[in-house]
């Protein structure tokens, strides 16, 4: 089993015919597993169109734009983060509710379904799914987030905290915010945190995420891919798999393959056709052919000292 990390990965103008984020990085393209920082934590193609919104210059190719008065994903603007702009997801949630912050869905599948529906972003609380992801014509143009806090949950239980307000008694100075190491503030249900992901991790075996015939594209940031073993033989262990599809980004997504599967055993092979016998003889230990004159003669073989004798060949029948 091998991690990837991709800090920021992005299909854009051309057409990615396929790609398979198994266990292994393409040897042109050393700078998908860079885990350093990116000149922008969001998800930004080339060219002036794409995640950040924008509608002008070559969005269609870069990827898909965000919802109007959307433009900014969670890590850049927490205030994006509301009803208008997206549906929301959480284990704790129901996929019959209306996917708002107070009513969210369940599963990722069914908030993609309902976001395309709706025109808006994708907000999945940092837990964990068993699901397998298919986005392919009908759901064009999805974006999906994740490093939400859940519903009951806090940053807390990731290790973050809040630099906002200090405590007088740190000898913080109101006018600047304080001090940032002794803050107690905390973040709250539905709030970004960075470093923390939602995790697909689905109990049966298959692509975790599978993209595919996408022309406006789709988006992914704040996520783990985690790919179940192989089970059968000559099975793949692949957490995502895009094929023929523009504008795709994967951005601080960690993607874990398992281990594929051997093999299966070779047919046992058709045998071969059993060769003629030589007409005429090539020698006299051969046999004569049935038309032929007669069986060849006696020989006596001398080996080692020992001596064997082989009869007359029978003559041909009348």
């Known amino acids: ?53 924008t509608t002008t210059g070559d969005a269609a190719t870069d990827g898909p734009p965000a919802p109007p008065g959307c433009e900014k994903t969670p890590s850049e603007d927490q205030r994006t983060v509301r009803d208008d702009c997206g549906i929301f997801v959480a284990p704790s949630g129901s996929d019959t509710a209306l996917g708002t912050k107070g009513a969210p869905v369940r599963t990722i599948a069914k908030a993609i379904e309902l976001a395309k529906r709706a025109q808006k972003r994708v907000f999945a609380c940092a837990a964990t799914y068993d699901e397998h992801v298919v986005i392919d014509v009908p ?14 949950g806090s940053s807390e239980d990731a290790g973050v905290g809040d630099a906002g307000n200090a405590d007088a008694s740190d000898g913080g100075d109101a006018s600047d915010g304080g001090d940032a190491g002794d803050a107690s503030v905390t973040a709250g249900a539905w709030d970004y945190v960075a470093g923390t992901f939602a995790r697909l991790v689905p109990s049966t075996t298959g692509p975790v995420v599978s993209v595919s015939g996408l022309m406006t594209g789709m988006g992914i940031e704040d996520f783990e891919l985690v790919a179940k073993d192989a089970a059968t033989l000559g099975e793949s262990s692949v957490a995502a798999l895009v094929s023929e599809s523009r504008g795709v980004s994967f951005t601080r997504v960690h993607v874990t393959a398992g281990s594929g599967a051997a093999g299966a055993a070779g047919l046992v092979g058709t045998g071969g056709a059993q060769a003629p016998s030589p007409s005429p003889p090539t020698s006299t230990k051969d ?20 001596t064997t004798v082989g009869g007359k060949g029978g003559d041909n029948g009348t």
Not at 14 to 25: K, R
Not at 139 to 152: Q, T
Not at 291 to 302: D, F, H, I, L, P
């Open 139 to 152: 759901l064009d143009g999805a974006l999906i987030h994740g490093g939400l806090v859940c519903p009951g």
């Open 1 to 53: 089993m091998r991690t990837l990390q991709f800090r920021s990965v992005l299909a854009g103008a051309g057409l990615l015919t396929a790609a398979i984020f198994q266990a292994g990085c393409p040897a042109d393209a050393p700078a998908l597993c860079e885990l350093g920082e990116c000149a922008s934590n969001a998800l930004v193609g080339p060219g002036d169109g794409g995640f950040d919104g």
């Open 287 to 306: 046999g004569v052919a049935a038309t032929g004159a007669g069986g060849a003669a006696q020989q006596v073989c001398t080996c080692g000292g020992d």
